[in-house]
Nanobody, 119 residues
Framework: QVHLVESGGGSVQPGGSLRLSCAASGSIFSLYAMGWYRQAPGKERELVAAISSGASTNYADSVKGRFTISRDNSKNTVYLQMNSLKPEDTAVYYC?????????????WGQGTQVTVSS
């Protein structure tokens, strides 16, 4: 069982930055691959960034070069640094945990945090 709590969302102007955090509890965090999904109104939820238990990373083409995912296993936390934000980044962002040997999305979700990019 994994409990995930996101924080760090908010409103920002285009070109601005935000850092999302996802704190995990309840299991051995280092065994899980972690991902950040987002869902904009009227759109399907999409995986924007992922980091393996070994800290390998992957990004959606739409955020490459702007977003950085990282993890701190000593704090059971995964981060998403978002720079050069665009209005199309506006969405609810969700943290997701996936056990090794399973597919995305993983079984565990956070409650989501709203990111709004607008002038």
């Amino acid at each position: 069982q994994v409990h995930l709590v996101e924080s760090g969302g908010g409103s920002v102007q285009p070109g601005g930055s935000l850092r999302l955090s996802c704190a995990a509890s309840g299991s051995i965090f280092s065994l899980y691959a972690m991902g950040w999904y987002r869902q904009a109104p009227g759109k399907e939820r999409e995986l924007v960034a992922a980091i393996s238990s070994g800290a390998s990373t992957n990004y959606a083409d739409s955020v490459k070069g702007r977003f950085t995912i990282s993890r701190d296993n000593s704090k059971n936390t995964v981060y998403l640094q978002m720079n050069s934000l665009k209005p199309e980044d506006t969405a609810v962002y969700y943290c997701n945990a996936r056990r090794a040997g399973t597919s995305w999305p993983g079984y565990y979700w956070g409650q989501g945090t709203q990111v709004t990019v607008s002038s």
